[in-house]
């Protein structure tokens, strides 16, 4: 079995259609959506895109997903967020139809797939307790055996913190997948990860930002204007995002 780890994707859609386009020529047997799909400039058309690839598809849900949600029904946000998290979040839920607020509601939390010559992979938005725990790859070795303790997968595929990286504990491999719309790394592009029995290779797809960059100044989110600047023509480092990331996981 051959799956793509797709994370993050934020309301990117020309992000996405990019990759998308990519895999055709990858044909994986199962794309994962792994959660934060729709918070960003084009929540509503990302989510009809990806209906439209059938069932080949599988979902998990993020933390932004949970909270555009619960924004949806009136429900208050976490006191913590915020003003521009939270008008981001009231904007995106806005744009959803009462059918596309239900299917964000049943995502799971969690799956585990088999791919054979890897073993079983647990696809998880942040860690497997939580959609917003953060860690990177600086983290202390010591956090990381707390965190995933008692995993019995061979390998945990996760996101939230937008950049690639491996590590393991004990037999445990764990692999951020990056993010397809709103990445940490050293050049733009839409952030994925392939599963398949010759191993697990991180990639990158391309896709023209000047024309992505006007179509979402042209949405009506917002951030659209600096979401094009920060996370389309150019994106924050890995480095830089990783300072940044590990200050706020001690404030957790």
Request: hydrophobic residues 40%.
């Amino acid at each position: 079995m051959k799956i793509a780890a797709l994370y993050d994707i934020h309301g990117n859609l020309p992000a996405l259609n990019a990759l998308l386009e990519e895999l055709k020529e990858v044909q994986p047997d199962v794309i994962v959506v792994g959660g934060d799909i729709v918070s960003g400039p084009m929540p509503g058309q990302t989510l009809e895109r990806l209906s439209l690839l059938g069932d080949r598809v599988c979902f998990i849900r993020g933390n932004g997903d949970r909270e555009v949600v619960m924004d949806f029904d009136g429900e208050p946000l976490h006191a913590d967020m915020s003003e521009n998290g939270r008008q981001q979040t009231h904007w995106v839920a806005e744009q959803l139809t009462s059918s596309q607020r239900d299917f964000l509601a049943q995502l799971p939390e969690q799956i585990t797939l088999q791919v054979g010559g890897l073993g079983n992979v647990l696809f998880c938005h942040a860690t497997p307790r939580s959609d917003e725990e953060i860690f990177t790859s600086i983290t202390s070795q010591e956090r990381f055996a707390t965190i995933f303790t008692g995993i019995e997968q061979q390998i945990v595929v996760c996101g939230h913190t937008h950049m690639q990286f491996e590590r393991g504990v004990g037999r445990v491999r764990i692999l951020n997948a990056g993010s397809v719309g709103m990445p940490f790394a050293d050049q733009p592009g839409a952030y994925w990860l392939l599963l398949s029995p010759e191993g697990c290779e991180f990639r990158r797809t391309t896709y023209d930002g000047e024309v992505a960059a006007e179509e979402i100044r042209a949405s009506g989110y917002p951030q659209a204007q600096k979401f094009a600047e920060e996370n389309v023509l150019q994106v924050p480092t890995a480095t830089e995002a990783t300072d940044m990331l590990e200050r706020m996981a001690k404030e957790y």
